[in-house]
């Protein structure tokens, strides 16, 4: 395990209460909070979380464990904004949209979604 200097401190998978089960995240703060939520039960420690204007993709990370997400997400439905967060976290852990990469997603993900929307949020390293 990497050094978490400079990472939030998150709360563990059974202290995680959303406000309400599907109730968006409105805010930047809200989203980040639900972003260190999903990292903790994913079991990866981003070095870096942003939420910024993107034009062309949902999110993005970086072979040095910085994810961003775009503004956007925030005014989207609450399944899709976990899916991209679900999504962008097991980047960290397998860096393309492989077999394994689709098992982990539905893992942590009721099915569905993650078929809709496949790989096509974001490029990430190595994409194909
Ligand atoms: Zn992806």
Sequence with gaps: ????TGILPVSSET??????PSSPYRTRSEFKRAVDAW?????VSPEQVRIQRMTRK???????????FSA???RQPRAFQDYVIVHE????????HGKLFKSLL???LPNDISRQK???IDLPVGSR
């Design 1 to 4: 395990m990497k050094g978490e």
């Design 15 to 20: 202290g995680w209460k959303p406000v309400s």
């Design 39 to 43: 990292a903790a039960r994913v079991k």
């Design 58 to 68: 949902w999110a993005s990370c970086s072979t040095n464990g910085r994810v961003s």
């Design 72 to 74: 956007k997400l925030l």
């Design 89 to 96: 976290l097991l980047h960290l852990r397998v860096p393309n």
């Design 106 to 108: 539905s893992v942590y």
């Design 118 to 120: 496949g790989g096509s």
